[in-house]
């Protein structure tokens, strides 16, 4: 089946999933477009149309008659702005504020009852995914938030190493065991006060990952530092990185050490940007591939 194909048969079941395809959207009398301009105005509290035609996609004389079908039916009340009588305020009357709140609760009680139905795992997969159409046909820069780990997220991050790093560059699981060795000894050995690993988030779903770890009294190590390949461009790893570096002068260390790759272009330039050097090379094949292996440091001092 072809992108399109997967596309197109996805739009089909979604929209018959979710009752859009019905002229009485969630059980009301309005078609899903009424329904749709009665919950951005219920949202907004006010606007112009001109917002609406924008943020909607809509064609100005489509939506003109949505509103006028609206106004008709005593739900939307339109006041032109003494300054400007060209940009005519919209509102909704009490009889509209009526309408969306019925609404907006057939709504969430339909969600609701949809992801009732799936198991907790499937709900945060559904939610997951649903995040990521959205982040992919309508890309926008989004708030990053770092967190410190918490149980699961080792799993997680040994699993997203494992398939990203195999896609991009054929490592194979001798790099997915390698980093599930680490995961565990951090686990295993987790020293609170000289160690840290980080979670990247956006929207609630982890996009990234990196950990310091005690290397000896004076010397921090950085470690499985990775940002999800959708999440890439927007300074993801830089932050990771400088909050390593952070951590590290916080907790006493006087050195920042850490194993690289060659081919691995936009990581390397991240650490030189932030101070770090590297200091040697040496070409292995610990991963099934032809690699050269590069240790870089950053002093603290």
């Not at 859009?20 to 009424?34: A, K, M």
């Not at 035609?53 to 032109?80: F, I, N, P, T, W």
């Not at 907006?104 to 009680?109: A, G, I, M, T, V």
């Not at 926008?140 to 918490?150: D, E, G, I, M, S």
Request: aromatic residues 8%.
């Amino acid at each position: 089946m072809s992108r399109v194909d997967a596309v197109r048969r996805f739009n089909r079941f979604y929209t018959r999933r979710i009752g859009v395809l019905t002229h009485d959207y969630l059980g009301s009398s309005f078609p899903l477009p009424q329904a749709r301009v009665l919950y951005e105005l219920g949202e907004r509290g006010e606007c112009t149309a001109s917002q609406l035609c924008a943020d909607l996609d809509l064609d100005a004389g489509y939506l003109s008659r949505l509103v006028a079908g609206l106004r008709r039916e005593g739900l939307v009340a339109a006041q032109a702005p003494s300054d400007d009588r060209r940009r005519r305020r919209l509102t909704l009357t009490p009889k509209g504020r009526k309408a969306f709140a019925t609404l907006d609760e057939s709504s969430r009680r339909a969600m609701g009852e949809m992801l009732a139905a799936l198991p907790p795992p499937h709900r945060q997969k559904l939610v997951q995914a649903m995040s990521a159409v959205q982040s992919a046909l309508e890309p926008k820069a989004k708030a990053v938030t770092l967190r410190a780990h918490r149980p699961g997220d080792i799993g997680w991050v040994v699993s997203r190493h494992g398939k990203v790093y195999d896609d991009e560059y054929g490592w194979g699981p001798g790099f997915e065991a390698l980093v599930g060795e680490i995961g565990a000894k951090f686990l295993r050995e987790f020293d609170a006060k000289r160690e840290r690993a980080w979670i990247a988030e956006v929207d609630g779903e982890p996009v990234g990952s990196v950990f310091v770890v005690k290397q000896s009294s004076s010397v921090a190590k950085l470690r499985l530092l990775l940002v999800e390949p959708h999440a890439r461009g927007h300074g993801v790893g830089r932050r990771l990185v400088q909050q390593c570096i952070d951590f590290s002068r916080k907790a006493g260390y006087r050195k920042l050490v850490l194993w690289t790759q060659s081919n691995l272009t936009a990581a390397r330039a991240i650490y030189a940007s932030l101070g770090f050097r590297k200091v040697k090379s040496q070409p292995h094949r610990d991963f099934g591939v032809p690699l050269t292996g590069e240790y870089w440091e950053l002093k603290l001092n």
